[in-house]
């Protein structure tokens, strides 16, 4: 028999729903609907609106999750910096902060900085340690979804293996859900800015190149974390560049941040990351733009296999060169290289989110563990 965690959970997929309406789609009585749902609003994760009248002219009041019962801890590290944030369980960031630890720093040095300002931003949003139910950390690299740890992670020196969850719990005495950055800005954006959306692919164009993959509202993760990496796909015809896993001509040694920052200094053109080139893609260099739009051709082939393979309604493309001529180019290469029933529905757009998607998407993704039917039925359901 469906539990409050259950009912909590359509009205979570709904928005909201009338006791009437939740009746109907569990076809549980009236008493035990009630008991349900008094139950979640004792507990505050339900809240009720005002009351309205429906067509028989009977007053009703609508049900819904209760956004500002606890807090959320999200933190994602990235290749040259980490964003800590506080949000709600909708996943509205509340205050957010970056600081200096970036994945090459390590785990020991990154974690402790994440504990340190998490702890700084709950009271600084005006909460309290005990309003936080859990915490949600991205990494730039696989995340096996068994042992939540990296798994052979090509740019994480010193992160195979680590104990992220287990450390970080320790430090802050809540729920820790690691997952991969693009994984988390995909989910992100498919909840936040294309909710119907069946099959999303969201593609990260920074210092290196990943993808996150969301199907049928949830991450697709692959067997031990691996899925979309396609940053370490081999090219032909690119043999001699040496890639950051150790590898030659991977796509990310070709036409990432990276790649095209040292292509832009073998023209005499200074330039270290992929900041670098944005910044010149801003001042309106020719040489940047034409690189960047090259690039977006390479990346474009590859991410052709993509769409052929998941038949996305979205890429979206996002990461610090998700600009327009990186974008151009991508589609320059796909749409020859795909049937036109691949692209037929096919949306090729900029992140809606920017930097804030993977901190949306991990919050929401720890809501989903936290609330799930299955936890709300254990905390409520008398033993």
Same mark, same amino acid.
């Given at each position: 028999m469906p539990g409050p965690g259950d009912v909590l959970a359509l009205v979570r997929a709904h928005g909201s729903l009338t006791r009437g309406e939740v009746r109907e789609l569990t076809g549980l009585s009236r008493m035990t609907v009630s008991t349900r749902i008094d139950a979640l609003l004792d507990s505050g994760l339900l809240v009720e609106g005002d009351a309205h009248r429906n067509s028989a002219g009977r007053p009703s009041r609508r049900l819904h999750f209760h956004t500002d019962h606890a807090r959320i801890l999200v933190a994602s590290v990235d290749t040259t910096h980490t964003t800590v944030g506080v949000t709600d369980l909708a996943g509205r960031i509340l205050v957010e902060e970056r600081i200096a630890p970036a994945v090459s720093d390590g785990p020991e040095a990154t974690l402790d900085a994440i504990a340190q300002t998490a702890t700084r931003l709950v009271e600084r949003s005006g909460a309290s340690r005990a309003d936080v139910s859990a915490c949600g950390v991205s990494v730039p690299g696989p995340i096996d979804p068994d042992t939540r740890r990296p798994n052979e992670p090509p740019i994480m020196p010193g992160w195979d293996g680590f104990p992220i969850a287990e450390r970080l719990q320790d430090r802050l005495g809540v729920a820790i859900h690691v997952s991969n950055d693009a994984d988390a800005a995909a989910l992100g954006e498919q909840r936040r800015v294309y909710p119907p959306s069946r099959s999303l692919c969201f593609v990260k164009i920074d210092t290196g190149i990943g993808s996150g993959i969301v199907l049928g509202g949830g991450? *697709?993760?692959?067997?031990?974390?691996?899925?979309?990496?396609?940053?370490?796909?081999?090219?032909?015809?690119?043999?001699?560049? &040496?890639?950051?896993?150790?590898?030659?001509?991977?796509?990310?040694?070709?036409?990432?941040?990276? +790649?095209?920052?040292?292509? $832009?200094?073998?023209?005499?053109?200074? +330039?270290?990351?992929?900041?670098? /080139?944005?910044?010149?893609? @801003?001042?309106?260099?020719?040489? +940047?733009?034409?690189?960047?739009?090259? +690039?977006?051709?390479?990346?474009?082939?590859?991410?052709?296999? #993509?769409?052929?393979?998941? @038949?996305?309604?979205?890429? #979206?493309?996002?990461?610090? $060169? =998700?600009?327009? %001529? &990186?974008?151009?180019? #991508?589609?320059?290469?796909? *749409?020859?290289?795909?049937? %036109?029933?691949?692209?037929? @529905?096919?949306?090729? #757009?900029?992140?809606?989110?920017?930097?804030?998607?993977?901190?949306?998407?991990?919050?929401?993704? =720890? /809501?989903?563990?936290? *609330?799930?039917?299955?936890? /709300? @039925?254990?905390?409520?359901?008398?033993?």
């Open positions: 991450i *697709y993760r692959g067997t031990d974390g691996g899925s979309g990496d396609i940053g370490h796909i081999k090219l032909a015809g690119h043999g001699g560049e &040496m890639c950051l896993c150790g590898a030659t001509g991977c796509l990310a040694s070709i036409a990432s941040g990276r +790649a095209l920052a040292r292509q $832009l200094t073998e023209i005499g053109k200074t +330039a270290d990351s992929a900041t670098d /080139v944005r910044r010149a893609l @801003n001042a309106g260099d020719p040489d +940047a733009a034409r690189l960047t739009q090259d +690039a977006g051709r390479v990346i474009g082939e590859v991410l052709a296999t #993509v769409v052929s393979v998941l @038949n996305p309604t979205q890429l #979206v493309l996002g990461g610090t $060169l =998700a600009v327009a %001529p &990186m974008i151009a180019g #991508v589609r320059e290469a796909l *749409y020859p290289r795909s049937l %036109p029933r691949a692209t037929r @529905n096919l949306q090729i #757009v900029p992140s809606q989110l920017g930097p804030d998607a993977a901190l949306i998407g991990l919050s929401l993704l =720890a /809501v989903d563990e936290e *609330y799930s039917s299955d936890a /709300v @039925n254990a905390l409520l359901t008398p033993a």
